[in-house]
T-cell receptor, first 109, second 117 residues
Framework: DAKTTQPPSMDCAEGRAANLPCNHSTISGNEYVYWYRQIHSQGPQYIIHGLKNNETNEMASLIITEDRKSSTLILPHATLRDTAVYYCIVIRGANNLFFGTGTRLTVIP | GAVVSQHPSWVICKSGTSVKIECRSLDFQATTMFWYRQFPKQSLMLMATSNEGSKATYEQGVEKDKFLINHASLTLSTLTVTSAHPEDSSFYIC?????????????FGPGTRLTVT
């Protein structure tokens, strides 16, 4: 499974859009991009996933570049409850999820 | 939907005793369940993968005789930490997977904090 690179931390003002980047330059054609987040002392929460098209759900949007080597998770209106560590993971099928160090997002009032 | 529970949420035990942690998928059948461990300020590390009715597959460096995994049904998996020691103190998290290969989703439990004294 391809590895990912994320910035270690980011701040975002409450109410503004949070854009979290992820590089996955070694991604292969059948690998999906998944995003999870972990709020302190809780289990990870699934956010969204995609293969090559952009995706949107009630939590976030996922923008994947045409070459699929990077993606951006967008939280359109960040709230204080969105403060968490966000993990970008690239996987094929039902294999283990490799949780890297993720991005610690802090939403500032 | 897709709720995974863990019990207990926290446990304190004495060194040398065994502790059992339960993981249940409440509203779906999970073909595969995973067990992770997370030390303070570190990321999650996969310990083992289990499919219902078969033996678990352990990651390198994880002692299968120390961390016993039983996956008796499509909604229940248990992790037993045998002869626990203080270095086993950690946050243990399970997840349950559903869906077909390539587009499945893992749903995580809330975690169990184990403290071995």
């Amino acid at each position: 499974d391809a590895k990912t690179t994320q910035p270690p931390s980011m701040d975002c003002a409450e109410g503004r859009a949070a854009n979290l980047p992820c590089n996955h330059s070694t991604i292969s054609g059948n690998e999906y991009v998944y995003w999870y987040r972990q709020i302190h002392s809780q289990g990870p929460q699934y956010i969204i996933h995609g293969l090559k098209n952009n995706e949107t759900n009630e939590m976030a949007s996922l923008i994947i570049t045409e070459d699929r080597k990077s993606s951006t998770l967008i939280l359109p209106h960040a709230t204080l409850r969105d403060t968490a560590v966000y993990y970008c993971i690239v996987i094929r099928g039902a294999n283990n999820l490799f949780f890297g160090t993720g991005t610690r997002l802090t939403v500032i009032p | 939907g897709a709720v995974v529970s863990q019990h207990p949420s926290w446990v304190i035990c004495k060194s040398g005793t065994s502790v059992k942690i339960e993981c249940r998928s409440l509203d779906f059948q999970a073909t595969t369940m995973f067990w992770y461990r997370q030390f303070p300020k570190q990321s999650l590390m996969l310990m083992a993968t289990s499919n219902e009715g078969s033996k678990a597959t352990y990651e390198q460096g994880v002692e299968k005789d120390k961390f016993l995994i039983n996956h008796a049904s499509l909604t229940l998996s248990t992790l037993t930490v045998t002869s626990a020691h203080p270095e086993d103190s950690s946050f243990y998290i399970c997840s349950a997977a559903t869906g077909t290969s390539g587009t499945y989703e893992q749903y995580f439990g809330p975690g169990t904090r184990l403290t071995v004294t």
